[in-house]
């Protein structure tokens, strides 16, 4: 099993105690290239999980996930750092399996900067990219992989493992970075150009077609929402009922359409 951590005190208090323990793991670390936006993750196995679960509780780790073998290793360059850095460092502070796509993951990571100011400018940039002024949020696709920005955080979903996420956040970091530093050259656009297509709304529900939304099945109520029809919170399985864990996946899509709760339906 892999987990990583928000803070690399924490990672070294974990290696300092599976050593005191005995206890054998292998660490996974985002150096050389990948060092502004992770901290080393741990792969342990679950034998040795179970022998140092007792002892977890006073370190801070950011999830567990099994561990895939990373299919490209971290690049051995250093990472490029910037005049004027909007981005700053990242730190993954959630880490779990993706709902809608088994064996692949999601991560949450806290940034130091604030994007606020370059989403204009990325929005006139990246081809179909999604920005919600209003929710100051821009969404747009590394390969099937879906990334959200907000001002202080980036989420990315469907990540193949944890060194396909720290190269999606250092593609981040360094493309905010440089639409930040060519900004002079840039006209900056406020239009919301482009948005995920309702399948992907669909594809973040339960699929039970039980009808308490008022719709006849999760894709028609899918569609209202991609529409603007409707609300995501009348999905109750999702907000009140068994599903709960879905709903940040779903949040985060519909945010990417610009139809998140409280956006200008
Ligand atoms: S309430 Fe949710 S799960 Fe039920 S049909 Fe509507 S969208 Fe699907």
């Excluded at 990672?11 to 599976?18: C, G, H, I, T």
């Excluded at 593609?171 to 930040?180: D, S, T």
Aim: charged share 25%.
């Amino acid at each position: 099993m892999l987990t990583t951590f928000p803070k690399q005190s924490e990672f070294e208090k974990a290696v300092r105690l599976l050593d005191a323990m005995g206890l054998p793991c292998e660490v996974i670390s985002p150096e050389p290239a990948y060092a502004l936006v992770g901290v080393p993750a741990l792969d342990i196995d679950v034998k040795t999980r179970r022998a140092f679960a007792g002892e977890f509780g006073d370190i801070v780790c950011s999830g567990w996930v099994d561990c895939v073998r990373p299919a490209v290793g971290v690049p051995d360059r250093s990472p490029p750092v910037f005049d004027e850095d909007i981005f700053g460092y990242a730190r993954i502070m959630v880490l779990g399996s993706c709902s809608t796509d088994e064996g692949r993951i999601r991560v949450i990571a806290h940034i130091s900067g604030d994007l606020t100011d370059v989403f204009p400018y990325m929005n006139a940039r990246v081809k179909d990219a999604s920005y919600n002024v209003r929710g100051s949020t821009f969404t747009f696709m590394d390969g099937y992989r879906i990334i959200s920005a907000y001002p202080r955080r980036i989420c990315v979903a469907k990540a193949d493992e944890i060194v396909d996420a720290w190269r999606v956040l250092e593609n981040v970091r360094l493309m905010a970075n440089r639409v930040w530093g060519g900004r002079a050259e840039i006209e900056p656009s406020y239009e919301l150009r482009a948005k995920p297509p309702a399948v992907e709304i669909y594809r973040r529900l339960p699929g039970i077609n039980c009808r308490c939304c008022g719709e006849p099945s999760c894709l028609a109520f899918a569609v209202k929402v991609h529409g603007g029809a409707m609300d995501v919170r009348h999905c109750h399985p999702v907000f009140g009922g068994d599903y709960g864990h879905m709903q940040n996946n779903l949040l985060e899509i519909c945010e990417g359409t610009g139809r998140s709760p409280g956006s200008d339906f």
